[in-house]
């Protein structure tokens, strides 16, 4: 196992289902090679992100979790991020206002898309992260933004909230699912606000992003703009390469491309190991 110094912090990002993939195949590849980012301090999680991030949390073994991304996924749920889905999501964001204004209209585009518990989304994923409790001996960072009102949330151990909720809500992309309701109000995915939520990681030393979505809704919430805002010492952010993103195709919900995303990210994890050896050991 790679010793690490100092306060670490693993970000994962969102990206649907192939993004999960893949992320499990670089954490996989990586661990092969002796870089345990599994016992990183921190563990911050957003959408796709927040699935992994339960799981390697709570000690669910790396090569167990990516074996499974290679099994045929004919109990996966999948679902689809059409065109007009998408479309849909651009007015709140395009409108002026605050970043939280914008957040309260996709807010609301999600609620009338989908009425609240349309979908039993927490069974889905309660079967799918196989855990069911927050880890007490790691600080699991699950984000959402709630759909009334806009405002960006953060569900930890002592946030009174089942984990498997806060994933679901962490998960729960708007057009595409319901938004999941949580004592009275009710949420819809953290990667709206940003793809990775980078900034949560204030304090931390040394910071791996892994992010199957890097672009950005607004500059001020970019990846680099939140790294250069917590300032840690040494950071490493990791993003698809045209390979891996060919692998994922057209549909990041897409359950079939499971297997072909998981292996991209084991092979392009073959390249990083100096880089994140560095950021994480020096």
């Known amino acids: 196992m790679t010793r690490t110094r100092g306060r670490t912090a693993l970000v994962l990002g969102g990206g649907g289902i192939t993004g999960i993939a893949w992320e499990l195949g670089i954490l996989a590849g990586l661990a092969r090679a002796g870089i345990d980012l599994a016992g990183a301090d921190m563990v911050v999680g957003t959408s796709a992100g927040s699935v992994v991030g339960s799981q390697l949390a709570s000690g669910i073994p790396i090569e167990e979790m990516y074996a499974e991304q290679l099994t045929p996924a004919d109990a996966e749920v999948g679902g689809r991020m059409s065109r007009i889905a998408t479309l849909k999501l651009v007015p709140p964001y395009v409108l002026p206002g ?60 002592d946030s009174g909230v089942d984990l ?9 992309v708007p057009t595409v699912w319901p938004p999941v309701a949580i004592d009275g109000h009710h949420y819809v995915d953290g990667g709206m606000r940003s793809t990775a939520n980078v900034d949560l990681v204030a304090g931390a030393e040394r910071v791996v992003v892994l992010a199957p979505l890097p672009r950005s809704f607004s500059k001020r919430t970019s990846i680099r703009a939140q790294l250069e805002r917590v300032a840690p010492r040494e950071w490493s952010v990791i993003t698809p390469d045209p390979q891996a993103l060919a692998d994922f195709g ?3 919900l897409d359950p079939t491309r499971r297997p072909p995303a998981a292996r991209s990210g084991l092979r392009q994890s073959e390249a990083l190991v100096d880089e994140v050896a560095h950021v994480w050991t020096s």
Not at 102 to 108: C, S, W
Not at 164 to 171: G, K, M, P, Q, Y
């Open 250 to 252: 057209r549909n990041l």
């Open 98 to 157: 605050s970043g939280r204004d914008k957040l309260r209209r996709v807010g609301k585009v999600a609620m009338r898309s989908h009425p609240p518990g349309s979908a039993d989304r927490e069974a889905v994923f309660r079967d799918r992260i196989a855990v069911s409790e927050w880890p007490q001996d790691r600080d699991l960072r699950i984000t959402a933004v709630e759909a009334e009102t806009g405002r960006f949330t953060v569900f930890d151990r």
């Open 164 to 172: 498997v909720s806060a994933v679901a809500a962490s998960c729960a």
